[in-house]
């Protein structure tokens, strides 16, 4: 029988029950005991390594992952709501990530020569690669809700501006087409076409002209288009929309 022991002087995980999870999925006979700051793992059987290493690997790269995560959010300059946003994003991006074959053949190399495993110190020193991806994911995950709270923030001004101007237009026809071209009407059946112009661009055109109602024809055949959900949220139910 091979003895393993198992330590974490960091994380609170409850070690004896997610490794008795992990390893009542492997096909060998197994003990386990709880010591003081860890477990002790017990396997009988051939190439107990590989037993040992792969209930670990899913204890280190899922369940230990969101430890991490969550270390590493929640040392951004976020409100509490804005982590759980960043945190579940992560989440979700650092498991397409995850490179389980890698991490059973580390610590199946290291079980092979060594009796006993902090979980920090083999996080840190030898799942370097992981730590920077998770971090990465954290990171991304932080960047699109600042550019979503900078997003709202904007189509607020813009809507408190619509609202406080005097119309220049009655009726503003804004027809999306499908190439990406977008056309506008007036009321008085006056046509512009716009080839090569930014959805900012347009938006800040219609605010400047601030009219009455807003027919928008979207034909570009996306289930959601910035253009189209921008005008919306800045006019609100001045806008008609037909798709």
Not at 60 to 68: E, S
Not at 94 to 112: D, N, Q
Not at 209 to 214: D, G, I, N, T, V
Request: proline share 2%; glycine share 4%.
């Amino acid at each position: 029988m091979t003895v393993y022991e198992i330590l974490t002087y960091e994380y609170d995980l409850p070690l004896l029950k997610l490794l008795n999870r992990r390893m009542s999925e492997m096909d060998c006979a197994y003990a386990l005991e709880a010591v003081a700051d860890g477990v002790v793992l017990k396997i009988r059987g051939a190439h107990p390594e590989d037993a040992a290493a792969e209930a670990l690997s899913s204890v280190l790269g899922r369940d230990l992952r969101y430890f991490a995560l969550a270390e590493f959010t929640d040392t951004l300059p976020l409100s509490l709501s804005e982590k759980q946003v960043v945190l579940t994003d992560a989440l979700k991006a650092a498991s397409c990530r995850e490179e389980r074959r890698v991490l059973h053949e580390k610590l199946a190399a290291y079980f092979a020569a060594h009796r006993t495993l902090v979980l920090e110190g083999f996080l840190h020193f030898r799942m370097q690669e992981f730590l920077m991806l998770w971090e990465l994911a954290v990171e991304q995950a932080a960047a699109r809700v600042l550019m979503n709270k900078e997003y709202s923030e904007l189509i607020e001004t813009l809507k408190r501006f619509v609202n406080g101007r005097t119309s220049r237009v009655g009726l503003l026809s804004v027809c999306i087409h499908a190439d990406g071209t977008i056309t506008l009407s007036d009321d008085n059946d006056v046509h512009i076409e716009y080839v090569d112009c930014a959805p900012d661009g347009i938006l800040n055109l219609l605010v400047n002209m601030a009219p009455c109602r807003l027919n928008v024809y979207d034909l570009s055949g996306k289930e959601k288009n910035r253009l189209t959900e921008a005008i919306v949220a800045v006019f609100g139910d001045r806008v008609k929309l037909y798709r």
